[in-house]
């Protein structure tokens, strides 16, 4: 897949940049099993860099439908901090009772809303309705590729639920906004993490 994005912009440079966390090694009856279907997820949180990961990722999904004939799916991951937990509890008790969310999000932000006019709930509101945006952004620009995507809301440490909707999805690849290993999520994330994770390239800003 990067080859490909190698050969298009005239690079060659690209995979030693952007392969952050290399992919695990997998048996071959699994890479069987996923052979005719890919997912790609994208750390997703309307910085330009998450902007430019996503973008990233649709391209790749549109030119490996060309290549392949086989069903990609990009999937963005919007994760809220657990920031309301020493002041509220009872909002991250209510927080992770809610179901993960697929596109289009704000007919489920709408159905939620109400509940969230109790007095200890209102916390929450303001993160609800951000994520709202940020996804329906996400899935606008799905929309100009004309490909299969999906949104998930999640709360909590963000390299945590990451890896849940990686596993729980069987992603093949993780695409973030960063642009080294140094980064501190990818340092968090490990070697040990179950896909390849890719960031942007530093040649983005030339």
Request: hydrophobic fraction near 40%; glycine fraction near 4%.
């Amino acid at each position: 897949m990067l080859a490909r994005l190698q050969s298009a912009i005239g690079r060659d440079d690209l995979i030693e940049q952007m392969v952050l966390l290399p992919e695990p090694k997998k048996s071959f009856s699994k890479k069987v099993q996923k052979a005719k279907s890919v997912n790609l997820i994208v750390g997703y949180d309307a910085s330009p860099n998450s902007h430019t990961a996503l973008d990233i990722a649709f391209w790749i999904a549109h030119q490996t439908r060309l290549a392949t004939n086989n069903q990609v799916t990009v999937q963005a991951v919007y994760v809220v901090k657990d920031n309301h937990n020493s002041q509220h509890p009872d909002i991250l008790s209510f927080a992770k009772r809610l179901p993960q969310l697929e596109c289009p999000v704000n007919d489920v932000s709408r159905s939620i809303t109400p509940v969230l006019t109790q007095p200890k709930l209102q916390g929450i509101a303001p993160s609800l309705q951000e994520a709202d945006r940020i996804l329906w952004q996400a899935k606008s620009l799905a929309e100009e590729w004309q490909g299969s995507f999906k949104s998930h809301l999640r709360f909590g440490e963000i390299a945590t639920e990451l890896k849940k909707v990686v596993e729980s999805e069987t992603a093949d690849i993780l695409f973030l906004g960063c642009k080294s290993i140094s980064h501190p999520i990818i340092q968090i994330l490990g070697s040990n993490f179950p896909c390849a994770v890719v960031g942007i390239p530093n040649c983005i800003d030339e």
